[in-house]
């Protein structure tokens, strides 16, 4: 990336893994501790920041605690949260609505509503935290769910870490991806970071447009240009960025004169 010759600054970040760890309970999963202030520094100095998640968008913009609002793609890239507020939805098929919404009354009669996270688009099964013995029988009955649904409807299955996603065809974060960095046009400097698969799509059409870069303690296989351990290299990742937009007194910790 040239930043002292491009014509703007587009820095993509998923969510869940990337800039928050996991957590057993997906409601406090709230950010490393450096992670909102540098990000809120990136904005006010030049950069658009956008977060990308398969989270709902609302739930990103609660948890994130960035400020200025960044623009939020939530739901892999079915809803775009805009930083002045305005929302747009890609809404399911009416047969998919009543196959999303048959698995919803499924999964709540085996006992499984507590785990259970409805999006615009899909249902994500979370059991990350539950011990081996627990996790097993509720991933064999999910994943028969999921397939069986999946095969009637042409619904997608997707594994993700800590779960399992039944969701429409449709909008990836690849898509998210493309649509932002075609709305930049050229000679922009831009970066995708994220963890798991969902983000090998967004890496992908990213590539000869910026750097891929996959953040997680541990390295895996991956079309990932980089790999940074969280929260150290991240943070130090963030800083380099803020310093290269000419926020050095930001990127130190000092106040701008």
């Not at 002292?4 to 600054?9: D, G, I, P």
């Not at 609002?69 to 047969?95: N, T």
């Not at 688009?121 to 028969?144: D, N, T, Y």
């Amino acid at each position: 990336m040239r930043f002292k010759t491009a014509t703007s600054r587009v820095l993509l970040l998923d969510y869940d893994g990337t800039l928050a760890p996991f957590t057993p309970d997906r409601e406090r999963a709230f950010p490393y501790p450096e992670v909102p202030e540098l990000v809120s520094k990136i904005i006010r100095a030049g950069t658009r920041v956008v977060l990308i998640s398969g989270r709902p968008a609302t739930e990103v913009l609660f948890l994130s605690g960035i400020r200025p609002q960044p623009e939020i793609w939530g739901s892999h890239g079915k809803e775009r949260l805009q930083a002045d507020g305005s929302y747009q939805v890609d809404p399911p098929s009416p047969e998919h609505q009543v196959a999303l919404r048959t698995t919803a009354q499924s999964l709540h009669a085996l006992g499984l509503s507590s785990q259970m996270e409805i999006k615009a688009g899909g249902i994500a099964l979370h059991w990350r935290g539950l011990p081996f013995e627990q996790r097993e029988p509720i991933e064999v009955k999910v994943r028969s769910l999921f397939g069986s649904t999946a095969k009637e409807h042409g619904l997608h299955v997707l594994p993700f870490d800590g779960g399992l996603e039944l969701r429409v065809p449709g909008k990836n974060k690849g898509d998210a991806v493309s649509t932002i960095l075609a709305e930049a046009g050229s000679g922009v400097a831009a970066a995708y970071l994220g963890d798991d698969q969902t983000d090998e799509n967004a890496f992908r059409a990213i590539k000869g447009r910026g750097i891929a870069i996959l953040v997680r303690p541990e390295p895996r296989p991956s079309v990932a240009d980089i790999w940074l351990r969280p929260p150290e290299e991240l943070s130090q990742f963030l800083r380099d960025w803020l310093k290269a937009c000419g926020a050095e007194n930001e990127a130190a910790g000092r106040p701008s004169n």
